[in-house]
C-alpha cells in the first residue's frame, strides 16, 4: 500500500460542508511518521470543512492512463481523523521540510510566506484498498499500514465481509 501511494503526488480529500453534504478536493500531500499532512489555504473550501469537522477521507486512486482496467483501477480509500498543526512548532517546521523536498522548494518556500495557509494532519481510522479483481483488503495494524485481505474479519468492525 505505501509502494502504491507513494507514486501518487496528491490526495482527493473527502469533507463534510456545514450541512453535511460531501465534498471532494485535492492537494498535494507528504506522508511521515504513520501521518498524512496537506497544506491549503483557509480560502478552500476543504480546509473551512475541516476546521468545522476534523472527519475526512483521503483517496489515492491509479492513474486512469496507466491502468489495465478501468473498471479495476488501484485505490486506496482512508477515514481519517485530522487536525492543524501549529504554524511555527517544530513538526510544522519538519513537515514543510518535507513538502520542499518533494515538491518544489522554491513554490513551498513562497507559500509557507503566505499565513492563510494551514498544515493539517491526518490519522487514519479505518481504510480500504483495491488493488485489481478479487484483490480487496481492508487497512489495519498497529499503524494503519496493513493490508488484510476482505475474506478475513473486519479488524474495524470484527466481522467477516
Given amino acids: 500500500m505505501k509502494h ?17 453534504h460531501p465534498f471532494s478536493s485535492y492537494a498535494p500531500y ?22 468545522r469537522n476534523p472527519k475526512a477521507s483521503l483517496f489515492f486512486v491509479e492513474d486512469e492512463s496507466k491502468t ?4 479495476a483501477r488501484k485505490r486506496v480509500s482512508l477515514q481519517c481523523d485530522s487536525q492543524k498543526i501549529e504554524r511555527g512548532s517544530k513538526r510544522f517546521e519538519a513537515v514543510l521540510d518535507l513538502f520542499a523536498q518533494r515538491f518544489d522548494g522554491k ?3 513562497t507559500l509557507k510566506k503566505m499565513t492563510d495557509f494551514n498544515l ?16 480487496a483488503y481492508f487497512v ?19 466481522t467477516v465481509k
Fill in 4 to 20: 502504491f501511494i507513494a507514486k501518487i503526488q496528491t490526495a482527493i480529500i473527502g469533507t463534510l460542508d456545514k450541512n453535511s
Fill in 68 to 71: 489495465e482496467n478501468v473498471f
Fill in 120 to 135: 493539517y494532519e491526518f490519522k487514519v481510522t479505518y481504510g480500504e484498498a483495491t488493488f485489481g479483481f478479487g484483490k
Fill in 140 to 158: 489495519g495494524g498497529e499503524h494503519m499500514d496493513e493490508l488484510i485481505p476482505r475474506g478475513e474479519a473486519n479488524p474495524h468492525h470484527g
Fill in 107 to 109: 513554490m513551498v518556500s
Fill in 30 to 51: 507528504v506522508y511521515d511518521i504513520n501521518r498524512f499532512y496537506v497544506y491549503i489555504s483557509d480560502i478552500a473550501t476543504h480546509a473551512k470543512n475541516l476546521q
